[in-house]
Nanobody
Framework: QVQLVESGGGLVQPGGSLRLSCAASGSRFSTFDLGWYRQAPGQRELVATITSGGSTNYADSVKGRFTISRDNAKNTVYLQMNSVNPEDTAVYYC???????????WGKGTLVTVSS
């Protein structure tokens, strides 16, 4: 069983920066594709993904502002958020997918609020 725990959320002013972290328990973290998703009132949407091989993908709304990265030695995936705006306000969730089994694991989320 894999557990994912997000941290780093909070209140940030428009134009500011924030870094989210997601720490995973268990082994074989390097065999997981990882992603950040967010949910404001409404549907959960993809923010960014990073494969086990390190390839990244971003939603158009965050390209050039957010960066996803992973540290397999620390079993952690990060989301660096720069130039945030109020539309980035949401609960941010971390997801891990085992590339062999296809099983998905989700964290419980961390709230990011962008407001002056």
């Amino acid at each position: 069983q894999v557990q994912l725990v997000e941290s780093g959320g909070g209140l940030v002013q428009p134009g500011g920066s924030l870094r989210l972290s997601c720490a995973a328990s268990g082994s074989r973290f390097s065999t997981f594709d990882l992603g950040w998703y967010r949910q404001a009132p409404g549907q959960r949407e993809l923010v960014a993904t990073i494969t086990s091989g390190g390839s990244t993908n971003y939603a158009d709304s965050v390209k050039g502002r957010f960066t996803i990265s992973r540290d397999n030695a620390k079993n952690t995936v990060y989301l660096q958020m720069n130039s945030v705006n109020p539309e980035d306000t949401a609960v941010y969730y971390c997801k891990g997918q085992n590339i062999w089994s296809g099983l998905d694991y989700w964290g419980k989320g961390t709230l990011v609020t962008v407001s002056s």
